[in-house]
């Protein structure tokens, strides 16, 4: 049986990530055999990118991998697609040269940050000093950029604020138009 010198093979695969940019390292992703066993990991770059380490391969053969994503961060929806990858080895002239194909077609991943993320706000306490019927209205005052839009919306709020009968205010909150939610979308550039 002859002896080859290795040949060196780099597998990629692509990472879409859907409503949010990437800053680079945020998913994982595994390069399996055939058998299941995890031959090595790989994290994205800042573009999508995943560059698994370099495999060596010395004999003649067809040798079938499987790249798939093994975790995202809280909050993003990890696509759970898991992509054939077969690499067949020939030789000729004494030496080594390889095949890549994808069965499954070009592994290309897609992540998705959960449509929905929720944050509250709170404003600062007020005090009232006189019995009364107080309106006010809440908006976004932080201007759209980076990609996220602003929500134009304006909530009224009206503060009652009554005697109870022994000398105490009392404040109720109401919100004429419902109770105020704002959202705010990024949207890929």
């Not at 080895?89 to 998705?112: A, E, F, G, R």
């Not at 959960?114 to 007020?126: L, Q, R």
């Not at 005697?163 to 109401?174: E, F, I, K, M, P």
């Amino acid at each position: 049986m002859l002896a080859y010198a290795p040949i060196e093979i780099k597998l990629a695969i692509a990472n879409t990530a859907a409503i949010a940019p990437l800053s680079g390292g945020e998913f994982t992703f595994g390069l399996f055999d055939q058998r299941g066993i995890e031959l090595c990991i790989a994290l994205n770059d800042t573009n999508g990118f995943i560059t698994f380490p370099t495999i060596r391969l010395s004999s003649v053969g067809i040798y079938h991998y499987t790249a798939k994503a093994i975790s995202a961060p809280t909050g993003w929806d990890m696509d759970l697609t898991e992509w054939p990858i077969e690499i067949k080895v020939q030789s000729s002239n004494n030496k080594l040269h390889v095949q890549v194909t994808h069965p499954n077609d070009i592994p290309s991943v897609k992540n998705t940050l959960n449509g929905i993320t929720c944050g509250t706000f709170e404003f600062p306490e007020m005090t009232f000093s006189e019995p009364g019927v107080y309106e006010y209205i809440i908006k976004e005052i932080t201007p759209p950029g980076d990609g996220w839009s602003k929500d134009e919306r304006i909530i009224k709020v009206i503060v009652t604020v009554v005697d109870d009968g022994h000398g105490n205010l009392v404040a109720t909150v109401s919100y004429p138009d419902g109770y105020p939610t704002f959202t705010n979308t990024y949207n890929l550039i």
